[in-house]
Nanobody
């Protein structure tokens, strides 16, 4: 059974940093594409960043120069380094993997930015 497990969420003040991790288990193969989404209460889940197996990355405009997605194929793990966090970025962050037949989601990790 394929599972994605996130870790690294927590509390941080504006301007602070957190590093999220997402480990994939139950599969011998790397996902072709993995990424991070976030969702605030009552709002739709939105894409934050993606990374493909070859290492190419994309970040949405609102997080460019502050967030960095990276991956370790050997560990089947993807990371999201979040710097200069803002008050409005208190969200649940979800790891996502594009499988051959279906997409996979982690259970989410909460990030709270407080003053």
């Amino acid at each position: 059974q394929v599972q994605l497990v996130e870790s690294g969420g927590g509390f941080v003040q504006p301007g602070g940093s957190l590093r999220l991790s997402c480990s994939a288990s139950g599969t011998r193969f790397n996902f072709a594409v993995m990424g991070w989404y976030r969702q605030a209460p009552g709002k739709q889940r939105e894409l934050v960043a993606t990374i493909i197996t070859g290492g190419s990355t994309k970040h949405v405009e609102s997080v460019k120069d502050r967030f960095t997605i990276s991956g370790d194929n050997a560990k089947n793990t993807v990371y999201l380094q979040m710097d200069s966090l803002k008050n409005g970025e208190t969200d649940d962050y979800y790891c996502w993997g594009e499988g051959d037949v279906r997409d996979y989601w982690g259970q989410g990790t909460q990030v709270t930015v407080y003053s």
